[in-house]
């Protein structure tokens, strides 16, 4: 399910974000590790873009990298996130966006040997998401 597109000003995210979810979000920063609220939740439930409420992952595909973020092995929906190259930090990287808003959520790797079903790790930083619960 594709969420609709949300194009906001600066001005408008700022007056909607904190300035710490502003900077990771809209600027591309990254939270400490070890910090964010869901790095080691169990909790049942989707977990939404912050800025725009749009389905990014569910906890069926969250698990336990012990690597300071939350990671996931797979997006709830292919067409949630968008992938792009970034070259910055002089490594090459795979940037992790919402696709409906196009925030900065983190980035994804491969090959790192995790056991799950992709071999894929979506290194998403907390203060990007917001938990629904399941009820």
């Known amino acids: 399910m594709t969420s609709p597109k949300v194009a906001l000003t600066d001005d408008e ?3 909607k974000l904190t300035p710490e979810e502003f900077a990771v979000l809209r600027r591309g920063g990254t939270e400490p590790p070890n910090i964010g609220e869901y790095t080691n939740t169990t909790t049942e439930g989707v977990y939404e873009c912050r800025a725009c409420g749009a389905e990014l992952f569910r906890s ?6 012990h690597c300071g973020w939350p ?6 929906d292919s067409d ?6 970034d070259d910055s930090l002089g490594m090459r990287r795979t940037e992790v966006l919402c696709a409906a ?3 900065h959520l983190g ?13 894929q790790r979506y290194c998403i930083n907390s203060i990007c998401l917001r938990l629904v619960p399941s009820s």
């Open 101 to 103: 808003c196009h925030s």
């Open 80 to 85: 949630a996130v968008i992938l792009r190259p």
């Open 71 to 76: 990671s996931f092995f797979d997006p709830a």
């Open 107 to 119: 980035h994804v790797f491969e090959g790192e040997g995790y056991p799950t079903p992709t071999d």
């Open 13 to 15: 995210w700022r007056a």
């Open 60 to 65: 069926t595909e969250k698990f336990p990298s």
